[in-house]
């Protein structure tokens, strides 16, 4: 209860945290099985080498570290960054086009700042990312839900939209998208493209999980089909390298840029100069490459050994069979309540996320979103048979 006298933002209004706030006070409980986060796994963040990287990097260039940075970026890592994206991807990246971020949900919040008026309308896929809702949210827009399918979200879905709301701005997850796990496929990424021209909106292109690729191949960003500037690209090394170093960057217009990176002055500065140069040195030892081809086989072992427990679950179970990333998602036959589950699930030891969380309009009680990456492969037949058992007993 607050102060009387004091009352707290409308923006506030829309967004209680309260699945994200349960799920944290599941994680701290000792034993607790969880597949409701979205970690990667220990295995996985290269401790030693950044010890090493951290401390040869404040010896060799530690006032500059130390002392306030750049709102543009760490210099050296600015560059590393930008040699890296022309060489990863085919469309153009330079100073005036790309801006590091704390995180790619610093980049997410960044655009909203410089884009949003309260009201506008944000196309966003149905599900989507719980977190960026929020954060939809905080800034008032109003959220429309996009059908997708095996293939991602449908573009006759979005032209549809667009002719009805006039968007703004387009919200996707083009790989291994969370919590779906499913990609969307290159004739879908071409035809986002030339909607986003033809009715004069701004696709935000989240691609935190592209390098976690367990079989297929890599597909072109839609900001490779954007010849004009209606494709932003957020990128992140949180799910490659580290989410604790908080390293990400955009890729947007020059114009749209620099309006983030005045709104980036008041956000936070800038993202920490430390970690900005330890991933900079990842990149300039060229050690991101085999750092992710190591960690790829333990997590395809993660992830077939809980789609292959998924396949003893009760009839009419259906989930998706990503080629990647770190999610699996689990749809029940219709009457089935996983929301209500949850707490029964934790009070046996397993912890997942209601799918409800994911869709801006609610509903969908059947579903669930499973992760993977942060369990051992004991505790992902463990847990997941607790799940079998659970959900056996209480189909409708």
Do not use: W
Not at 364 to 369: D, I, S, V
């Amino acid at each position: 209860m607050l102060p009387e006298g004091l009352s707290f933002a409308t923006r506030f209004d829309k967004v209680t945290g309260s699945a994200i706030r349960e799920i944290f006070k599941v994680l701290a409980r000792p034993n607790m099985i969880s597949f409701a986060g979205g970690n990667p796994s220990l295995d996985a963040l290269p401790d030693e080498a950044c010890a090493k990287i951290a401390e040869e990097v404040l010896s060799s260039d530690g006032k500059r570290i130390l002392q306030y940075g750049a709102t543009e970026g760490y210099p050296p890592f600015l560059e590393s960054l930008i040699e890296y994206l022309n060489k990863s991807y085919s469309f153009k990246a330079d100073k005036s086009t790309v801006l590091p971020t704390t995180g790619s949900t610093a980049g997410m919040e960044l655009i909203c700042k410089a884009m949003l008026n309260p009201g506008d309308t944000v196309l966003v896929e149905s599900p989507t990312f719980l977190g960026n809702m929020q954060t939809l949210n905080l800034y008032q827009a109003n959220l429309v839900p996009i059908a997708s399918d095996d293939e991602g979200v449908i573009p006759e879905e979005v032209e549809k939209a667009a002719q009805e709301h006039h968007p703004k701005l387009f919200y996707v997850i083009p790989n291994f998208q969370n919590p779906s796990g499913r990609t969307l496929s290159l004739e879908r990424r071409k035809s986002i493209a030339q909607l986003a021209k033809k009715y004069g909106f701004l696709v935000l292109e989240d691609d935190p999980y592209r390098d976690l690729r367990y079989s297929g191949e890599h597909l072109p960003t839609i900001k490779e089909f954007d010849e004009e500037g209606y494709v932003v690209y957020m990128g992140s090394f949180s799910k490659i390298v580290s989410p604790g170093l908080r390293v990400g960057y955009l890729v947007a217009q020059q114009d749209i840029l620099r309006k983030c990176a005045i709104g980036k002055q008041g956000t936070d500065l800038h993202t920490p100069n430390l970690n900005q140069a330890i991933v900079d040195q990842f990149l300039r030892r060229e050690l991101l490459a085999p750092h992710i081809e190591s960690i790829l086989p333990g997590y395809r072992v993660k992830m077939e050994a809980m789609l292959r427990e998924l396949e003893t679950f009760p009839e009419g179970t259906r989930y998706t069979r990503p080629e990647g990333g770190l999610f699996l998602f689990v749809e029940m036959p219709e009457g089935f309540n996983a929301t209500k589950l949850f707490d029964k699930a934790v009070e046996n030891g397993v912890a997942y996320v209601p799918g409800t969380f994911f869709y801006p309009d609610g509903g969908h009680h059947n579903t669930l979103r499973l992760n993977f990456s942060g369990s051992t492969l004991e505790q992902i037949k463990e847990g997941m048979g607790i799940l079998r058992t659970l959900f056996a007993e209480n189909m409708a």
